[in-house]
Nanobody, 121 residues
Framework: QVQLVESGGGLVQAGGSLRLSCAASGVILSINAMGWYRQAPGKQRELVATITRGGSTNYADSVKGRFTISRDNAKNTVYLQMNSLKPEDTAVYYC???????????????WGQGTQVTVSS
């Protein structure tokens, strides 16, 4: 079974940077679009950024110019470079893949377990 495993979260001061990684495990043939979402306490999960297999990106207005999403298809990994972090960026960050094709099956709407990002003022 395919798993998405995030890493790189932590505590950082406002203005600092963090880099999140999300690696898909398993015997994977291809992954379609991947993305990062976040959920702050008491709020709904929201889109942060997405990237297609070909590298086209999309960002939430709140992170444009500060966050950069990228991926390494050979490593089945997506990254989120977060710069100029603000306290309002504090949330659990989740990795998503909309379609993962393995040798035996296709899995849709896959989610990681989440990684906490806390930005102190």
């Amino acid at each position: 079974q395919v798993q998405l495993v995030e890493s790189g979260g932590g505590l950082v001061q406002a203005g600092g940077s963090l880099r999140l990684s999300c690696a898909a495990s398993g015997v994977i043939l291809s992954i379609n679009a991947m993305g990062w979402y976040r959920q702050a306490p008491g709020k709904q999960r929201e889109l942060v950024a997405t990237i297609t297999r070909g590298g086209s990106t999309n960002y939430a207005d709140s992170v444009k110019g500060r966050f950069t999403i990228s991926r390494d298809n050979a490593k089945n990994t997506v990254y989120l470079q977060m710069n100029s972090l603000k306290p309002e960026d504090t949330a659990v960050y989740y990795c998503n893949a909309d379609r993962i094709t393995t040798l035996t099956r296709v899995e849709y709407d896959c989610w990681g377990q989440g990684t906490q990002v806390t930005v102190s003022s």
